[in-house]
Nanobody, 123 residues
Framework: QGQLVESGGGVVQPGGSLRLSCAAS????????MGWFRQTPNNARERELV?????????EYADSVKGRFTLSRDNARNTAYLQMNSLKPEDTAVYYC???????????????WGQGTQVTVSS
């Protein structure tokens, strides 16, 4: 899957929006499942799933972000996006992009990680 580079993080007030991008290089992006995970200050040992999508575009979301976050992908640009609306302080975390080792959810045990991008929601 090559290298993944995230961008778009930053500081935003509660209720605000951000869009994260994940640009992939070195592989055929469209044949892999991909997703976004986050690591919060209170759970530094684990990256929790935020949203993920199979290669055919089927998406699923964590309950905590349903209705607020939208995952999309542009295979022609080898880029995935996470649109985050109505942000809450509890969304504060380092967000990581992951491209799985295959096209399905079951392939997430292997694959590539990005370097992470910080999202801080604070007034």
């Amino acid at each position: 899957q090559g290298q993944l580079v995230e961008s778009g993080g930053g500081v935003v007030q509660p209720g605000g929006s951000l869009r994260l991008s994940c640009a992939a290089s070195g592989g055929i992006f469209g044949i892999y499942a991909m997703g976004w995970f986050r690591q919060t200050p209170n759970n530094a040992r684990e990256r929790e799933l935020v949203a993920r999508m199979t290669s055919d575009g089927t998406a699923e979301y964590a309950d905590s972000v349903k209705g607020r976050f939208t995952l999309s992908r542009d295979n022609a640009r080898n880029t995935a996006y996470l649109q985050m609306n109505s942000l809450k302080p509890e969304d504060t975390a380092v967000y990581y992009c992951r491209v799985a080792g295959g096209p399905f959810y079951s392939d997430f045990h292997r694959g590539a990680w990005g370097q992470g991008t910080q999202v801080t929601v604070s007034s």
